[in-house]
């Protein structure tokens, strides 16, 4: 039974706002993507209002949830600053989804460690980002590679597609399927692989289009981060948007970071990206536990000789430089775009591989500098 618009605004006009006319009369709501059963939308109202307008947040999903045919409801509740207006107090507890002000991609204050505005998700050891300065750099085909090595190093992992602009994982996994709930009435993550995997990829179609604001990047991105079953995980890997925009920041922020990996190529300009990218998460204090050169150099795949076309070397000795760790070079190679996109990753599908070889490698480090961590839990 497939749900549409109509029937989201019919029951939508039934909640009352704090503005005291119906939700659909207070002119908050985005446009409606509803599709499939999978239902989707925004409140966009004024930081300082936020708070009060979570419980309507949470009406109108349940509203919605209610109608008969739906099986998927994101509403995002997104608060933004008017120019010149005080910032709102925080919210009192980073584990409430759904709000997440404009402001909160001001830099940390008072010295005080981010990670104290954050809390952990529970059940998971350690959540860290794979980002890049630029898009097309091969950060989603790394963040799952990764996600793949470590897994083979007997970890529990979860990966998490917060690349909402452009999200890979259905593509990458060849997984089209939607979340189910549980009786909390939180999704389930898909399984593939072994893999905990949620992507928005789930929840809208691809060719929706979406116009993602600022703070609704951090609001949808903190409710596939919260209101997931993620169960025990030792790593959540983050494919990160790609960038170091206002958006990425405030998520480099928000999100409760273990660490961070750097995708990037050994082309010039995308070092200098990869450097924007190291500034963003040092300038909020998440650690950066290395980065990784991607087409590193180019690998035939018919004789296997090494073309170094792109300078190669290049993020090594940059890394060298910065003084953060160099976690290895991931060669251009058919292989792995071949596998990437049939949906059956490099590291899965040829195990015994080369490549998958490489991909362990950086994870073993990877895994190393979260020792501390991985083992408390
Ligand atoms: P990003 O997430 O940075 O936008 P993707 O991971 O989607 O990049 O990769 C972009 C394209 O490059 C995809 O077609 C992918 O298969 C390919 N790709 C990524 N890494 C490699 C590699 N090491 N060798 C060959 N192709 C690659």
Not at 90 to 99: C, F, K, L
């Amino acid at each position: 039974m497939s749900v549409t618009q109509q029937q989201v605004l019919d029951s939508l006009s039934r909640i009352k706002s704090p503005r005291g006319v119906a939700l659909t009369n207070a002119n908050v709501l985005s446009a409606i993507s509803a599709s499939d059963g999978k239902v989707f939308f925004s409140i966009n109202v004024d930081a300082p209002e936020a708070r009060a307008w979570e419980p309507v947040r949470a009406a109108a999903e349940a509203a919605v949830r209610a109608i008969p045919g739906v099986t998927t409801v994101m509403v995002a509740l997104t608060a933004e600053r008017k120019p010149g207006s005080a910032p709102p107090p925080p919210p009192p507890s980073r584990g409430a989804p759904g709000v997440q002000p404009a402001h909160a991609h001001r830099p940390p204050q008072g010295g005080a460690s981010p990670m104290s505005r954050q809390s952990e998700i529970p059940g998971v050891a350690a959540v860290i980002a794979v980002a890049s300065g630029k898009g097309g750099v091969g950060k989603s085909t790394t963040a799952l590679n990764l996600a793949l090595g470590l897994r083979d190093l007997g970890l529990k992992v979860g990966l998490l597609d917060a690349d909402i602009y452009g999200p890979s994982m259905p593509r990458l996994t060849g997984l089209r399927e939607k979340p189910a709930l549980n009786d909390e009435r939180k999704m389930i993550p898909l399984r593939r692989f072994g893999l905990a995997i949620m992507s928005i990829g789930f929840l809208v179609e691809e060719e929706t289009a979406m116009i993602w604001r600022g703070p609704m990047v951090m609001s949808a991105v903190t409710q596939m981060l919260r209101d997931v079953e993620w169960g025990t995980l030792d790593v959540l890997v983050v494919d990160m948007p790609p960038g170091t925009g206002d958006a990425q920041l405030t998520l480099a922020q928000n999100v409760p970071l273990k660490g961070a990996v750097i995708i990037s190529t050994p082309q010039d300009l995308s070092l200098i990206d990869a450097r924007r990218g190291l500034a963003m998460f040092r300038k909020v204090n998440v650690p950066v536990l290395g980065i990784v050169e991607n087409m590193s150099y180019f690998q035939c795949p018919h004789c296997g000789t090494k073309s170094d076309i792109f300078g190669h070397g290049g993020a090594r000795h940059e890394a060298e430089k910065l003084g953060v760790p160099f976690l290895g070079e991931i060669p251009l190679h058919m292989a792995i775009r071949a596998t990437s996109d049939a949906g059956s990753p490099v590291v899965d599908s040829e195990p015994d591989g080369p490549h998958a070889a490489i991909y362990r490698a950086i994870a073993g480090q990877v895994r190393d500098r979260l020792k501390g961590v991985i083992a408390a839990a």
